[in-house]
């Protein structure tokens, strides 16, 4: 074993950054755009074929392999040109006028907030199960592509969706893996003195602390939040545990997480959107959130867009008077 000094990430794993190119592949394995724009592929194929075509995860990847792979794949010219052109390629694009700042460059749009219960990105981050995630992954796909000025806001789940399995007498049963945050494409948000954002959210009866994290979607930025605090008792550690799981009474404190916690996050960061796009109702609570806001005179033209994908009843949750929280 290597007896180098390896730096700590940010979460807890050790990667080496001190390896001269390692950085450029973090960079590369955190964006998101690789799970539409396949250009890295043969990146993280080259590293380990069999992890990648398994996982289609570059991050667990880059996480998994060996110090001496790393270095062996870095010390090849052709390699580290390649990675470095990647690198390169992306940042420009990046940086180019998208077809927002070209058709729309006089707007008055400078952000617009995009709220879901799931996002479908990519399999390297589960925290989905279909068709809502799938439209709310697909417009944060395209708003980067089009350069739209949007940010996503969601719950990060300990386990996501069920996993479903058909045992052998046909019955269907239903699997959560765990979803390892350290091997997921995210990162901690972090104050400047390098304290993570951690906001408290008082429920009726207790509070509850949410820790934000940072998904990079090519131009778009995804913000997380999740129960799984170490200052929470362990029930409310488990409220952002299952993607609609748990009953009726789970689903309000999420969905009151997701509206409350999101708006505040948003807040803490300083960002002020002139629209707020609730994917469905889950995240109604939004509404409440800002409406002191809009009284007292802060945003007032602020707009709220409510999407339906689903039609009659099912549309809205009934949340009983009576149900404890």
Known sequence: MSTQTRVSHPIYNLL???????????????DLRSAWNHATDHVWRELDPALWDLT??????????????????????????NVDALVEASRRAMAAPAWFQQKHSGTPLTCAAYFSMEFMLSEALPIYSGGLGNVAGDQLK?????????VGVGLLYQQGYFRQEIDKNGAQQALYPYNDPGQLPITPLRHPDGEWLRLEIA?????????????????????????????????????????YGGGPELRLRQEMLLGI??????RALGLQPEVC??????AAFA??????????????????????HTRGESFH?????????
């Open 317 to 325: 949750d009934p949340h009983c008077r009576s149900r404890r929280l």
């Open 261 to 266: 916690g999101g708006w505040r996050l948003l």
């Open 56 to 81: 289609h995860n570059p991050w667990v990847v880059l996480q998994t392999v060996s110090r001496d792979r790393i270095e062996s794949v870095l010390a090849s010219s052709v390699f580290r040109k």
């Open 203 to 243: 429920l009726p009866g207790y509070s509850v602390w949410l820790r934000a994290w940072q998904v990079q979607v090519g131009r778009v930025k995804l913000y997380l939040l999740d129960s799984n605090d170490a200052a929470n008792f362990p029930a409310h550690r488990g409220i952002t545990s299952e993607l």
């Open 16 to 30: 080496p950054t001190e390896i001269e190119g390692f950085d450029s592949l973090a960079e590369l394995a955190l």
């Open 142 to 150: 395209a708003a980067s592509d089009l350069g739209v000025p949007v």
């Open 287 to 308: 509404t409440l959130e800002r409406a002191p806001q809009l009284h007292g005179g802060d945003r007032p033209s602020l707009r709220c867009r409510t999407r339906r």
């Open 277 to 282: 796009h609730l994917n469905e109702g889950h």
